[in-house]
């Protein structure tokens, strides 16, 4: 059996992309290059690069365990309470402990706002939540179309994140998922049954 050469690379994706988030408030994203970034970490741009696809990766290396959080939550929520209660349970437990969020501050909403390539690759990064949140909604709501669960979730993600851009704007106070939850609190998004239709 052939041996790898060299030992491997232990990298810790959120520090990465603390510091890349850092990095960009400090001196703007296109000023920033995998040089700097590499500086900033102590890992190679080689490393850095082999790891994530883009630059613009790093903003989002916190959805897995967004998307984690979310699944274990509709787990423990029964099927018979509201729908938009299990929803917005979910998707606030989705973030509330996001160290990415939290460690990177209010600064972190900013810089994906003010980027367009950053703003652009937010939904391509949220794909797999928000496909984990449109079968949850297929499964509490048996015979919905799968374009409507897909809508409703794709909906959720945009005010999610309309929310945690709003508390990124104010300081930020308080936390990130109060911000979340305060918001979804005022949606009703309801899903009909064909009959129940106007």
């Known amino acids: 059996m052939r041996r790898r050469r060299g030992r491997p690379t232990v990298l810790d994706p959120e520090a990465v992309g603390t510091a890349a988030l850092?990095?960009?408030?400090?001196?703007?994203?296109?000023a920033t290059g995998w040089d700097d970034i590499s500086a900033a970490t102590g890992i190679s741009a080689r490393t850095l690069m082999r790891h994530f696809p883009s630059k613009a990766a790093l903003a989002w290396v916190?959805?897995?365990a967004a998307t984690r959080r979310l699944t274990e939550t509709f787990r423990t929520l029964p099927l018979d309470i509201p729908l938009s209660d299990a929803l917005r349970a979910a998707v606030?437990?989705?973030?509330?402990?996001?160290?990415?969020?939290?460690?990177a501050g209010g600064y972190w909403m900013r810089v994906?706002?003010?980027e367009p390539e950053l703003a652009e690759a937010s939904a391509r990064a949220y794909a797999p939540w928000t496909e984990a949140l449109a079968r949850e909604i297929a499964r509490r709501r048996p015979g919905a179309p799968t374009a409507i669960c897909h809508a409703v979730a794709a909906a959720y993600r945009e005010a999610a994140q309309a929310a945690l851009y709003d508390w990124a704007r104010g300081g930020p106070d308080g936390s990130p998922a109060h911000a979340v939850d305060a918001l979804l609190r005022r949606l009703d998004i309801r899903i009909t049954t064909p009959e129940e239709a106007p």
């Open 22 to 30: 850092r990095l960009w408030a400090e001196r703007g994203y296109g």
């Open 62 to 64: 916190g959805v897995p």
């Open 92 to 103: 606030v437990a989705s973030v509330s402990d996001d160290a990415l969020v939290l460690s």
């Open 112 to 114: 994906v706002a003010e």
